[in-house]
């Protein structure tokens, strides 16, 4: 009751606001006319306001003037309009813009001047236009730019669309029908940490690609055509922290790949075509918190492959033709482990036994029907194993066991 007080409390203040455009929500620093049905930027927004959001509408272009009020204006959404624009589009409001979201507009270029004043953005989303050829200055005047996304357009990639961007920290580039990305495209911004290649047509990368990128965190290379790891990736990205490469055609893991590589953080293999991994597959990555190796027929996965690996929290093993549970080392910090959709029979009270701190067990759809008495005996931390889908959910011993935490519900 509380809330709904609250609520009408607010919408009844928003609803009374002065300078308030028809159809549009208002506080005194927010004009909030999403879906408003508008054709043109409405009249009647107050001087006060500070984010503007004009998407999902009808506008095709920003008549020069119509923001020259807005003295205060840091973020300006237009997302999912029928946008044209000048050169002068922005020249408006662009002694206070920071933000400025322009995406799904169906853009099929940008004015090469477009961006020349507005020197203080900071964070831009150009996705899911139809950007393709960018002229080789558009970006040249934003030095303070951090976020940059553009992704799912059709670009074609040149080594100088990203001069300027000195401060770029995130770069998003998914969904672009990218097959090759050129040499030296990304030495303009070395301050990069966060780069998204997902879900494009590259199968692989130069040498060097990376050399100026000290300082990347984050790279995402999912949903692509790569049938081997590039090793370019571990030559110059020492600080590197996230690497996902899933969803690839990735046969085999080289001897030592991943030695020396102990700011890994989160690993990504899932979904490709490997068959077994190297006795030294992890042993470089001490600080590995993250593992997913889901989605390969590995079968066979050695007790000691984590020995080394005592900051594992989460690791995912669904559908790796697993037949039976070898007793894993160095996993005592894991949190939860997932082996779904795999051939297992049985489950041997010893299997957790070394993870003292797992939380949350799943074994979702797997042949197991029979459960060592005393199983989850040295887990004090355990509240939960899923057995859906397994026939030992169906026999009357089921009932009978001693740990409560057996799970048989089926998922939503």
Known sequence: MMVSVQFLLFFGYVLSMPDCPQKCLCTPFLTDCRGASLYEVPHGITPKTETLILSDNHLTLISPGVLQHLFNLTFLGIANNKLSLQNDSFDDISKSI??????????????????????????????????????STVFSSLGKLTYLDLSNNRLKMLTPMFVGLSQLDTLMLAGN?????????????P????????????????????????????????????????????????????????????QNI?????????????????????SELPSDFLSGLEKLEVLNLSANCIGNVPKNLFINNTRLEFLHLDKICLQTLPIFLGLQNLIELTVCCNGLKFLPKAFTNNMVNLELLDLTKNNISQIEDDAFKMNPNITKVILTGNPVCTTERFMHYSFKGLDCSNKN
Do not use: C
């Open 177 to 189: 029908h990218l097959s090759t990305i050129p040499q030296g495209v990304f030495d303009p911004i």
């Open 191 to 250: 301050n990069l940490k966060i780069l998204v290649l997902s879900h494009n047509e590259i199968s692989h990368l130069p040498e060097g690609l990376f050399d100026n990128l000290k300082s990347l965190n984050d790279l995402l290379l999912d949903y692509n055509n790569f049938t081997e790891i590039p090793h370019a990736i571990f030559t110059t990205l020492h600080n590197l922290e996230h690497f996902s490469i899933s969803k690839n055609r990735i």
């Open 98 to 135: 920071l933000s400025l979201d322009l995406s799904g507009n169906n853009l099929m270029d940008l004015p090469s001047n477009l961006f020349r004043n507005t020197k203080k953005l900071v964070w831009l989303n150009l996705a899911e236009n139809g950007l393709s050829l960018l002229d």
């Open 254 to 274: 080289p001897p030592l790949l991943f030695a020396s590589r102990f700011t890994l953080r989160k690993l990504d293999l899932s979904s490709n075509l490997l």
